[in-house]
């Protein structure tokens, strides 16, 4: 019985902590209302970040407090939202806008993820040539071998029935 009752008084503050994290959820789209698929969303103060599914829909799990969120995607300009998390669960719904051609500053990475999507048909269309070095295992039964070829030992290890 006292074991019962050592389990759960250690049990129990385990249960408080899980109870603090707080859903937040929502959907981050353009003004068009067009879903913004795969945008990263990251929360420095947690150096945590969750990412969109296909429909531009997020799902975040924090504990109560003021974070400042940020989310990006290629095609879109940078937006930096903060957020305050209380005791119930909460959605908010990002709207970003679109980069304009006359964006010059870009970094590295977004400059080459964009070309490498813009050549996505190219590349798809093409077939990949391979190269590369191949281990393989397999095994081998000697048949039919000499007896006076073989010992006793040779026979057993490579698993040989000598008649």
Not at 65 to 84: A, C, H, M, W
Request: glycine share 4%; charged share 25%; with cysteine.
């Amino acid at each position: 019985m006292r074991a019962i009752w050592v389990l759960g008084l250690l049990f129990f503050p385990c249960l408080k902590t899980f109870a603090q994290l707080i859903d937040i959820n929502g959907k981050v789209a353009d003004k068009q209302g067009k879903p913004a698929a795969f945008t990263s969303i990251w929360i420095d103060s947690n150096n945590d970040g969750n990412i969109t599914n296909e429909n531009g829909e997020y799902l975040l799990r924090l504990k109560p407090g003021r974070y400042q969120i940020s989310f990006r995607n290629t095609d879109y300009e940078p937006l930096v939202k903060d957020i305050i998390v209380g005791d119930k669960p909460a959605r908010y719904d990002i709207e970003l806008s679109p980069k304009t051609p006359n964006d010059i500053v870009q970094s590295a990475a977004d400059s080459i993820t964009s070309k490498v999507i813009t050549k996505r048909r190219n590349y798809k269309a093409q077939l990949p040539a391979y190269s590369g070095h191949l281990y393989t295992k397999a095994l081998q039964q000697l048949d039919d071998a000499p007896k006076v070829f073989l010992k006793n030992d040779i026979t057993h290890q490579l698993n040989l029935s000598i008649d």
